[in-house]
């Protein structure tokens, strides 16, 4: 499957300040990636789709001008948590939609996630 | 009523038993039907990927979709203390422009 990369792994920052992750595509261009967050043993909670060139688009519920996404390339995605609080400490990850190939020639639609990061706020 | 309802486990089993876990859904426009594996601190990881009924095999594991009851599963052989994840299924339509998931089933498999 297709490769896709964040970075940080993992942050600790201070109450107060900013904090910016990154998500890229390795192996192929994506127009549309995905911003999740994770609470632990909890699932994936949608906060926002962002589309290339154009603005992201935030789940109900989520505060767009705290999670700043940015989408400037087929092949990266920013989010930035702005005056990170410690309720904001979570597992941040992203996918990026692909293709996955079918048997008989078909395919269609998929998403590759990317391995997380743990925010921590103190 | 939820669109998707997934036991959230956990679920133990000893090495080498079958294991079962499942997904039932409401949307009858969800199209394709897929399963992740979602190891401790890191991203999900497509598992399975399959848009009819019945069963595709891919090793020790296998997806079956059923669309009359609205009801998948995914069933592991021979299981492994490394198949020890969370699964997730997840679900797509064309309405929809992103993946709709189970809240997850711990799996633990314990030699």
């Known amino acids: 499957g297709a490769v896709v990369s964040q970075h940080p792994s993992r942050v600790i920052c201070k109450s107060g300040t900013s904090v910016k992750i990154e998500c890229r595509s390795l192996?192929?261009?994506?127009?549309?990636m995905f911003w999740y967050r994770q609470f632990p043993k909890q699932s994936l909670m949608l906060m926002a789709t962002s589309n290339e060139g154009s603005k992201a688009t935030y789940e109900q519920g989520v505060e767009k001008d705290k999670f700043l996404i940015n989408h400037a390339s087929l092949t990266l995605s920013t989010l930035t948590v702005t005056s990170a609080h410690p309720e904001d400490s979570s597992f941040y990850i992203c996918?990026?939609?692909?293709?996955?190939?079918?048997?008989?020639?078909?395919?269609?639609?998929?998403?590759?996630f990317g391995p997380g990061t743990r925010l921590t706020v103190l | 009523q939820k669109e998707v309802e997934q036991d959230p486990g956990p679920l133990s089993v000893p090495e080498g038993a079958i294991v079962s876990l499942n997904c039932t859904y409401s949307?009858?426009?969800?199209?394709?039907f897929m399963w992740y594996r979602q190891y401790s601190r890191k991203g999900p990881e497509l598992l399975m990927y399959t848009y009819s009924s019945g069963n595709k095999e891919d090793g020790r594991f296998t997806a079956q979709v059923d669309k009359s009851s609205k009801y998948i599963s995914l069933f592991i052989r021979d299981s492994q203390p490394s198949d020890s994840a969370t699964y997730l299924c997840a679900f797509f339509s064309g309405g929809y422009n992103k993946l709709i998931f189970g809240a997850g089933t711990r799996l633990a498999v314990h030699p």
């Open positions: 192996d192929f261009q994506a127009t549309t």
């Open positions: 949307n009858s426009a969800f199209q394709y």
């Open positions: 996918s990026a939609r692909g293709t996955e190939n079918l048997a008989g020639g078909l395919s269609t639609d998929t998403q590759y």
